[in-house]
């Protein structure tokens, strides 16, 4: 285990611990005349090209904003939408600005709908648009309906080798996690097409990017060639392409660099089902027969043609895993050339960091990119950083972005009024904003809903923080709670559970209003379904006084909100919630738990309701 710790000291033992040196510097860090000869290329890929792409591109990144929109808008100038809005062919920002109003997806749903059933003319793009991307729908309870086109395909090839640049590269304070030749343990998942009204395809963003030619050719450049073949990636059952996933990755181990999903989320749920069939995979290598429990034929030749009698392999697996405790440090003791996990792990993803820093060990977590279903925005430049602390430097040239300024004090999470949106290189070190993005795909000052923070620059483009979604999750009176106050509440529910050796698996929300006043109920999935009564009283109160709004807390006082709920539910309750979405079409590479299930997702809600183990209202505000 020598080794691991080597890679812990690179990976979390830096100068930006806990993200404060961050906010002290608008400079980028020096890149050198010339990289050291083995981090030069990776593969034929220029390691050092990239960088410096991406350094030009930063360094005057309001000009190559402006460009971005000229381009944008020469691309797209014929498109009824913009030719209605009066911008007569005009590109500049001012123009760009005064003409066209900041909208929401609502709001162009009218406009997607036409393309969706066949009308072929230019309305948001002059280009056709090529396909259609659904949102998760975890969200907001229901997929959105989003254009794609070739140009961001190109953008999260573009960001890959970016990130993938500084992993690789000495530049970072001359920390790196190079990767040679090798492979990639992805627990990646592609979601069924379907045939919409007037032709074209729909299916999760993430699909449309693994379907295409240009993300194979990259993932090859860049070394992070998935240990499963196609026919793996694109099963129709995800619970049979986990289970090979898993099989490849042990097939292929002493090859594997580094261990990979979308979401931390889905991580977790890969290892939390190794725990219970790695038995079962051992069998498999030993006899150099798939399990039965793999149906399909196309996915039981593909994985077939992988699998040879190997009873040493098999044998060593078994040896390693019966001597593990707890399940800690599964990655690197299974996977010994393994250097990172890597995947999205800020905003919803931060609850499940404690149990994948358990399975990964001494193994660092790195943080993937930022970006949403609708475009890309930034890259993870800063490997090393925790990802808690995460920060993500914006590509000035994959779209055209605006920021809404956020009030502070005692008016945090209301938009200033007055303020209109700043530009790209506008934007204060430490201040929050409302992020807003155009896109070569048809979206024009569209509100993503997204509130960061800027933690820095890389020379003249800013370094973001997610914060957390705009819009509230909990509110009944003057009450206004986001996903990131819910989660901070668990994390103080969890610390007092921790203390008597429980964790917290999975955790929602609901807003009841059936009674009088309404109140908040929390549904939480623990390790054990059996604790003690006070403990969970206890646990119940925590949680009311860890929402700290003044307007619940004042409605709380004067019961204007009724005392917080608790329901306990038993194991597998959130695992059913997520086969629910998946059998609805959603994809494992996009889902995300959703954090409060309104009165309208009636499904979700008699899932958690019907498995509730134990009831428990607070006393907190008895006296």
């Not at 080798?161 to 590269?169: C, G, I, L, Q």
């Not at 925590?542 to 019961?559: E, T």
């Amino acid at each position: 285990m020598e080794s691991c710790e080597i890679a812990y000291s690179v990976g979390f033992g830096s100068p930006f611990e806990g993200g404060s040196s961050l906010t002290l510097e608008r400079e980028s860090l020096p890149v050198p005349d010339r990289a050291p000869e083995k981090f030069e290329t990776v593969k034929g890929f220029s390691v050092d090209r990239v960088i410096e792409e991406f350094e030009s591109l930063s360094k005057d990144a309001e000009e190559v904003q402006r460009e971005t929109l000229e381009k944008i808008l020469e691309e797209n100038g014929a498109a009824e939408y913009l030719q209605r809005l009066g911008l007569a062919g005009r590109t500049d920002p001012q123009s760009f600005k005064s003409c066209v109003p900041l909208v929401t997806h609502k709001d162009l749903e009218p406009y997607i709908q036409r393309i969706i059933d066949g009308d072929a003319s230019p309305i948001l793009t002059g280009k056709p648009i090529t396909s259609i991307s659904l949102s998760s729908g975890t969200t907001q309870g229901k997929p959105k309906f989003v254009p794609f086109n070739e140009e961001l395909v190109q953008f999260t090839m573009q960001i890959y080798r970016t990130s993938f640049a500084y992993r690789n590269s000495y530049v970072t304070f001359n920390r790196a996690y190079p990767i040679g030749n090798g492979k990639a343990l992805q627990f990646i998942y592609g979601s069924k097409q379907f045939e919409m009204k007037g032709g074209l395809m729909a299916t999760t963003a993430t699909t449309n990017v693994y379907r295409s030619e240009q993300f194979k050719h990259t993932m090859k450049d860049i070394c992070s060639q998935c240990c499963s073949p196609d026919e793996v990636i694109f099963s129709p059952d995800y619970h049979q392409s986990l289970y090979c996933h898993l099989l490849c990755g042990l097939i292929f181990a002493e090859e594997v660099q580094f261990v990979f999903s979308t979401f931390a989320h889905s991580i977790i749920h890969a290892f939390r089902t190794f725990e219970l069939v790695w038995e079962e995979l051992c069998h498999d290598i030993r006899e150099g027969e798939l399990s039965h429990r793999i149906t399909i034929p196309s996915i039981r030749a593909a994985v077939s043609r992988l699998l040879r009698p190997n009873p040493q392999l098999a044998d060593n697996i078994y040896s390693k895993c019966s001597r593990l405790s707890g399940w800690y440090g599964v990655i690197p003791e299974i996977w010994p050339n393994a250097k990172y996990v890597y995947g999205i792990m800020t905003g919803s993803m931060e609850p499940y960091l404690n149990k994948l820093r358990h399975y990964a060990g001494c193994l660092p977590l790195m943080s993937a990119d930022y970006g949403a279903s609708e475009g890309w925005i930034g890259a993870n430049i800063d490997p090393e950083v925790p990802p808690e602390s995460a920060t993500f430097a914006v590509l000035p040239n994959i779209g055209y972005f605006e920021f809404i300024p956020l009030k502070k004090g005692a008016e945090l999470q209301q938009k200033c009024e007055s303020a209109e949106p700043i530009g790209l290189t506008e934007v204060k070190i430490g201040e929050e904003y409302e992020i807003i993005i155009t896109t070569f795909a048809g979206l024009y000052r569209y509100k993503l809903g997204d509130v960061v923070k800027v933690a820095g620059f890389h020379n003249s483009t800013p370094k973001l923080q997610f914060v957390r979604r705009e819009s509230l999750i909990l509110t009944i009176n003057i009450d206004k709670n986001t996903e990131k106050d819910l989660q901070l509440a668990i994390e103080e529910a969890g610390m007092l559970l921790a203390d008597e050796k429980l964790e917290i698996f999975d955790f929602t929300s609901h807003v009841d209003m059936s009674t009088e006043p309404g109140h908040y109920v929390i549904f939480l999935e623990l390790s054990g379904d059996i604790a003690k009564e006070e403990l969970l009283s206890n646990c119940c109160n925590c949680l009311d006084l860890a929402f700290v709004d003044a307007g619940y807390v004042g409605s709380r006082k004067v019961r204007a909100i009724g005392p917080l709920e608790l329901r306990v539910v038993h194991r597998g309750t959130f695992h059913k919630i997520m086969d629910h979405y998946l059998n609805l079409g959603s994809a494992m590479s996009q889902y995300k738990t959703p954090r409060c299930v309104n009165l309208s997702n009636s499904s979700v809600l008699q899932i958690l309701n019907s498995n509730v183990l134990g009831s428990y209202f607070s006393t907190a505000y008895n006296c």
